[in-house]
């Protein structure tokens, strides 16, 4: 009873002590003229990012250091996160500011920083984070950003887009430029993508509506895919997940699933050559007349004329292709 007694008083006597570091945060802002498309360069281990736009020439980070709550947080931790706050790690290096975490590992058991940082339209963005979400909004530059665990929620950029996570929700929408997503086990949603797509996960599901003309490259291990707003060039791969695609097929169209199903709406009024078939499943064709073979596991042959070749292979999945409007 003592042993209980005497743990279960440590417990609360170390959460009365951490309750008020925890409420601990210390805000710093910096301000810096920049010359025509600058870069932001920010990494951070736990704390978030988060990118705006605003004037040309000017670039302001508004950051914050939060002491941490936990069983190996330096007693001094506020001692250190108002160091820190009178002298963050920022600081321009010719046309690129920098923004980074505490060099020092105990500071960083100590503290979090997170940066919100106001850009000039024409920025260009690297991030960097372990743990921390990450959102950009409204450049023009190009985007590059990495997290190990953390959400991304990216919007209206202007121009490449390369994204890589570990097992963080990725959501992008509104993007002009080519777009790279590569995730571990984490879910990819795009809206409004114009330029080039190429996706690759393992495990998480992909959803993305297109805008464009531009090639469209999905490969999975093991999720769901669906994409609609086709205008172009389409291959997608996955072992397991179902496919869902919708579109016009006014380039070559190359679908290949191990056990997924797939359902494949041609929309408009573009003549393709089907080259159809499934291992073990069945194949499906509604609403078009096709010129050519029409079987129970496959289909080769044209119609509405021809056109680009739509190529459709599953293993044990079945499939179903049907006009859109």
């Excluded at 372990?130 to 950003?145: F, H, L, P």
């Amino acid at each position: 009873m003592r042993a209980a007694s005497a743990t279960a008083f440590t417990v609360i006597l170390t959460a009365l002590c951490a309750a008020p570091a925890f409420a601990q945060r210390y805000p710093f802002d910096r301000t810096f003229e920049t010359t025509a498309a600058p870069t932001l360069d920010v990494t951070t281990i736990r704390g978030k990012i988060e990118v705006v736009t605003g004037a040309r020439g000017t670039m302001v980070v508004t950051g914050e250091v939060a002491v941490r709550v936990g069983m190996n947080v330096p007693l001094n931790a506020v001692e250190m996160a108002k160091s820190l706050a009178s002298d963050p790690p920022v600081q321009a290096i010719g046309g690129t500011i920098q923004l980074r975490p505490p060099a020092d590992a105990t500071v960083q058991r100590a503290v979090t920083v997170s940066y919100r940082v106001t850009v000039p339209p024409d920025a260009i963005v690297i991030s960097s984070s372990d743990s921390g979400e990450t959102s950009v909004r409204g450049v023009g530059g190009a985007v590059q950003v990495h997290t190990d665990s953390a959400a991304i929620d990216l919007a209206q950029l202007g121009s490449t887009v390369n994204v890589t996570t570990g097992s963080g929700a990725v959501s992008i929408s509104d993007v002009s430029g080519a777009l790279s997503v590569t995730t571990s086990s984490s879910g990819f949603t795009g809206r409004s993508l114009k330029g080039s797509v190429r996706v690759r996960t393992d495990s998480g599901a992909v959803d993305a509506v297109l805008t464009g003309s531009a090639p469209v490259d999905v490969q999975t291990a093991s999720s769901a895919i669906r994409l609609s707003g086709l205008a172009g060039g389409l291959t997608v791969r996955t072992e397991s997940g179902r496919v869902i695609v919708d579109g016009v097929p006014a380039g070559s169209w190359t679908i290949t699933t191990g056990s997924g199903s797939v359902d494949a709406t041609l929309s408009g009024t573009t003549g393709a050559n089907l080259d159809v078939s499934t291992g073990s499943g069945s194949v499906t064709v509604a609403d078009l007349q096709v010129q050519g073979t029409v079987g129970k596991r496959e289909v080769t042959g044209k119609i509405r004329g021809g056109g680009p070749v739509v190529h459709i292979t599953t293993r044990s999945g079945s499939i179903r292709i049907r006009s859109g409007a």
